[in-house]
Structures are given as C-alpha cells and as structure tokens.
C-alpha cells in the first residue's frame, strides 16, 4: 500500500539512534552525505564524513548501501573508496560485492532523445546534458528558468522515444529502463548483510521517496534531509553534517 504524503510543517521528528548491530543503512549520496555544488561534478565527500562512512560499514558487518542517481562508476569517484553496497543511476545499476548488475536498456532511443533535446536548445539556454548509459539527465541549476520549458520537452520526447522521466532536484532525467530505489533496497535487503536487519532510508530529494516508502513498509525508518517539503519520510536531519554527527553518535554509543 502507498503510504500518503503529508506536508512538512514542523510534525517530522529527529530519527531514533542508529544502532550498526540492529539497522541497516541505505544513503543518498548529492544533498545527503555531501552538499549540493551548482556542477555536479564539484561535489565532494570530506574526510570526516568518509571516515564515518567506513566504520559504520565496518560496524554494521557491511550494512550500508548508496542509493544514487549518479552512476556507480561516478559514486566510487565522490566516495574515494569502493563500497561493497551501491545502487546507481536510481537503481538500474546494482553492485553487490563483486558483482555488479545493469538493466538492459534502448540505447538507440536514448541516442534519439539526445538528439531531440539539443535540437530543441540550440539556440540561448540550454541544459547541461548527462550521459549515464541507461538515463540521461537534464541538469538546469546554472539556468532555472529552463524548468518549464525542459519538463515540456522532456516529456514530449520520453512519450516519442519509449522513455520515462523522473524528476529531482534542478533535473529532470529520461530513462531507458524500469527500475527505482526501492527495488535496489527490496534486492539488498533480501540478502546478507542486510537481511534481519531494520531498514533507514536517508535521503533530500523526491527522487527518494519511493526508497523512503519500500523502508517503512517494512518497519523501517525514513528520514528527509534539508529542506522541509510534503514527503512520506515520518523524519528528519537538517543538512549532510547532521546525517554524519547522526550515523557518528550511533557508533560512539555501540557496545
């Protein structure tokens, strides 16, 4: 069953303590463990925030997984360390320990709607194109008057090409493939190190929220991150140092 979104009016409250013997972890990467840059290729983790990253995988016996939009390749770049547990382009793409998954995709649909949207801004603004194999992002932050207008062409060319849009944070994405968060946290939990384990879904933005869904409907917890905003999440952390001090306070009160 969906859970009902509710507006974001003071109600959410801070997360319980994160318990590496008890919960299982699943992290937004842009907006959650590291702040937002206006290129998404300037974002960066700091030290302190990676050195917390790596003992709660140590902690947890390895139950920590990224869930991100970028691609699994771009996340061990941010990260500076491979994590066992990361799901990338919104989970079409799966690593689990040595292995590492892809759906299938059309290429020759996303080679169109390349296409199609660069003809469509060849003249003035026009959005920063990101090629990820199986999704394409269309990043407007350097011009956010771009927003209606790209949703319209975005839309119209996932309609022309087979493709679906998902919407986030000054992006809109066309994807070539089925597949969210909450099936790559559905695919983690099944297995060890997560199986038994009580799912946290961390995360800042919309593009989280079916990850925050699939974690509650199993008991877990979810938490939003930043900015108050009608979401499913019941709480919340106010930036990427509260989501480190948070996951650091649980590790300092581990037996």
Known sequence: ???EPRLESGELSAPPPFNPLRHA??????????????????????ADARDVIMRATSASGGAVAILTGRTVADADRILRMRLPHIAGTHGLELRA????????????ALRAAIRDVQAHFS???APRLEDKGASIALHYRHAPDLEAPLRNVAQRTAARRGLR??????????????????????????????????????GDDVTDEAAFEAAQSTGGVAVLVGERRQT???????DPSAVIAWIAAGLERAP
């Open 1 to 3: 069953m969906r859970a």
């Open 165 to 202: 849009t998902l919407e986030g944070k000054m992006v809109i994405e066309l994807l070539a493939a089925a597949g969210t968060k909450a099936d790559a946290l559905r695919a983690f939990m099944s297995a060890p190190p997560f199986t038994g384990r009580t799912p946290v879904a961390i």
């Open 123 to 125: 003249r003035g603004a």
């Open 97 to 108: 320990g040595a292995v590492t998954t892809s759906a299938g995709y059309n290429a020759a």
């Open 25 to 46: 972890l699943f992290l937004d990467l842009d907006g959650t463990l590291a702040p937002i840059a206006s290129d998404p290729a300037a974002v960066t983790l700091d």
């Open 232 to 238: 499913t999440a019941a709480h919340h952390l106010a």
